[in-house]
């Protein structure tokens, strides 16, 4: 079955600088890779998702990436705000597969 | 959240009791999923259904049971049989054309 990595499990950013999270993915045949961001207490929510046809997408401060290649994909957020500590999760998916693999999650803490 | 509620927040169990976690969906939506979180572990599978009077096993199914005897309603519930039931239980829901998937708010469940 399918097997997501997650790094780093912990980041800590100062307020205004950038963040970067890294996944890798084990099926070649993934094709489907959402991030959710959880706060505290709460159920998680998708902040942007990507698939395996395109190589970048952004919305605004929230930018991901994919290569295919190397099976890995990347959460990038520039100008950190406060509200933006949490943790973010990371998922890949088969097309056709009902069940999403998630990674084991990475707690952001951005310092005012 | 969405259009998805869970129940009770809080559910505080002895050992030895089954209890049932409600989850509701007004979202018309044909797949509803439940996952354990646990600290350091993400998100793992327990159950899913895709349609009404079905479920599968997802990865860590021993020790709980299902029903969809509706569309909107999936409960869950922990059995005695499940050796460490303490954690943070989330219900999904996804439409059938594999977008993502929405989450409630959870329970948290504690085993006195």
């Known amino acids: 079955g399918e097997n997501v990595e997650q790094h780093p499990s912990t980041l800590s950013v100062q307020e205004g600088d950038s963040a970067v999270i890294k996944c890798t993915y084990s099926?070649?045949?993934?094709?489907?890779f959402p991030w959710y961001k959880q706060e505290l207490g709460k159920g998680p929510q998708l902040i942007i998702d990507i698939r395996s046809n395109v190589g970048e997408k952004k919305d605004q401060r929230i930018a991901v990436t994919l290569n295919k290649t190397a099976k890995h994909f990347s959460l990038h957020i520039t100008e950190t705000q406060p509200e933006d500590s949490a943790v973010y999760f990371c998922a890949a998916r088969n097309f056709g597969n009902e069940k999403l693999t998630f990674g084991t999650g990475t707690r952001l803490t951005i310092i005012p | 959240d969405g259009g998805i509620t869970q129940s009770p927040k809080y559910l505080f169990r002895k050992e030895g009791q089954n209890v049932t976690l409600s989850c509701e969906q007004n979202l018309n939506h044909d797949a509803m999923y439940w996952y354990r979180q646990d600290p350091g572990q993400g998100l793992r599978l327990i159950y899913y259904?895709?349609?009404?009077?079905?479920?599968q096993k997802g990865d860590i199914a021993e020790g709980y049971s299902v029903s969809r005897e509706k569309k909107e309603s999936f409960p869950l519930t922990v059995t005695s049989a499940q050796k460490n039931p303490t954690a943070f239980y989330l219900c999904a829901s996804m439409p059938s054309s594999y977008n993502e998937q929405f989450f409630g708010p959870g329970t948290r469940l504690t085993v006195l």
């Open positions: 099926d070649s045949a993934s094709n489907y």
């Open positions: 259904s895709q349609i009404v009077n079905d479920f």
